[in-house]
């Protein structure tokens, strides 16, 4: 085993004083093995999403928990769970994957409100934050704190109540994890204080990080036809889409970041390794500069973290 | 290493460039996961090119080495389809 090893990971007179594992064959078949896993794994994902998929350990009531507390800590009172925000934040994600958008506005231009309205609360004042593709519930608060449109929804005196979804699905052929976030306050809910800075006519606010100085605004009056029918629309789908909830034996992203990520700082301890004893060893060899194939690993695990990493509108 | 960097100082800014503009650019394309693929193949091309032309350049450009640079790129590219289609 140790010459195995030896032989694989250490230049030497057996592999012609260069790692086995750097030679061409053994290259080869690490990229037929990789293409082939992805094939192989795409496959395994569709047909069956119980062994293989994607899963999160993002729940709502650690979100609860890590937005009362975030609002605590700046001198906030507690938001309180409403299940008829977290009904319209589920539906709002089921029709994101259904029609495979990703926005505050569908493309047909239904907005959020008309998914709050449509669970039957009334609000004075409304928020929606978003996040996909985050594995846990405090990367998800993390990153709404750390943006300050989404910061503000999250830290609004304006909001009382709360509602949560977490939808797992296949948006635009991508598997992920959508996190809503519904916040709002009714008519009895608001305090005079809230009316008289942000005004008493009935508004509804949207988070999104881009595209802030387009927040819509929504006057319910003008809308009140518009509303109604899509209203109609979406409890159609509350009451035909319920989520389908599949926890996968599997979860394919860490599964495949993890191999991945072995499988290059492999590599780059080898090309380092060997390079350190070719220098040392003073050995005249006609190969590629192991330097530049380290920094092209490097490179590669940057960017698989730059895929892997979660966003928020 | 250090001595090899230093000789070849000129290259390696512009490897550091290539690097960084598609690491760049990958991070302003999401998510937009075609736009992604995209800068992710484009770069890998780039390294590919950039040592082969090194190596040209300093007369020591041997087929082995020509492969060696592209089965190291098609090995990042493998890397990146496995988690392209296995894992997101």
């Known amino acids: 085993m140790f010459k195995f090893l030896h032989h694989y990971l250490i230049p030497q007179t057996s592999n012609n004083y260069r790692a086995r594992l750097l030679h ?27 062994v293989l998929g994607i899963s999160s350990d993002v729940s709502i009531d650690q979100l609860l928990v890590l937005t009362n507390q975030k609002r605590q800590e700046s001198g906030l009172g507690v938001l309180t769970l409403d299940q008829r925000l977290s009904q319209a ?15 505050h506005i569908s493309p047909d231009g239904t907005t959020p409100w008309v998914f709050i309205k449509g669970a039957g609360y009334t609000y004075t004042y409304a928020g929606e934050n978003l996040a996909r593709g985050y594995t846990n519930s405090s990367d998800v608060i993390n990153a709404w704190m750390a943006s300050d449109s989404h910061r503000q929804n999250m830290l609004s005196g304006n909001y009382a109540n709360v509602g949560f979804a977490v939808v797992t699905g296949s948006l635009n052929g991508e598997e992920t994890v959508l996190v809503i976030e519904m916040l709002g306050t009714t008519a009895l809910a608001a305090t005079p204080s809230n009316t008289q800075n942000e005004g008493i006519t009935e508004v509804a606010q949207a988070s999104s990080e881009e595209t802030t100085p387009q927040t819509p605004v929504i006057s319910q009056e003008e809308n009140k036809e518009k509303i109604k029918v899509e209203e109609e629309e979406v409890k159609k789908t509350i009451a035909s889409k319920p989520a389908p909830e599949i926890r996968p034996l599997i979860n394919a992203e860490t599964f495949s970041s993890n191999l991945a990520q072995i499988a290059i700082t492999i590599f780059m301890f080898v090309f380092i390794l060997d390079m350190v004893i070719i220098e040392r060893k003073k050995i005249l060899r006609f190969v590629g500069h192991n ?7 490097g490179l590669i695990f940057a960017l698989i973290l730059v895929l892997l990493k979660g966003y928020i509108i | 290493m250090t001595k090899k960097l230093f000789k070849h100082l000129n290259y390696y800014l512009m490897l550091w460039i290539i690097f960084s503009v598609g690491v760049i650019t990958t991070v302003f394309a999401s998510p937009n996961r075609n736009l992604q693929i995209f800068t992710i193949i484009t770069t890998i091309i780039l390294y590919v090119i950039w040592g082969i032309l090194h190596h040209k350049i300093n007369h020591e450009l041997t087929r ?9 790129g098609l090995l990042g590219l493998s890397i990146i389809f496995f988690i392209f289609t296995g894992g997101i």
Do not use: Q, R
């Open chain 2, 64 to 72: 082995k080495i020509t492969i060696e640079y592209l089965l190291i």
């Open chain 1, 89 to 103: 934040a589920a539906s709002k994600g089921n029709d994101m994957l259904a029609k495979g958008y990703w926005a």
């Open chain 1, 24 to 50: 061409h064959k053994i290259l080869s078949l690490f990229i037929l093995f990789f293409f082939s896993a992805g094939i192989l794994m795409s496959v395994t994902k569709t047909n069956f999403p119980e």
């Open chain 1, 291 to 297: 330097l530049d194939h380290i920094m092209f690993l």
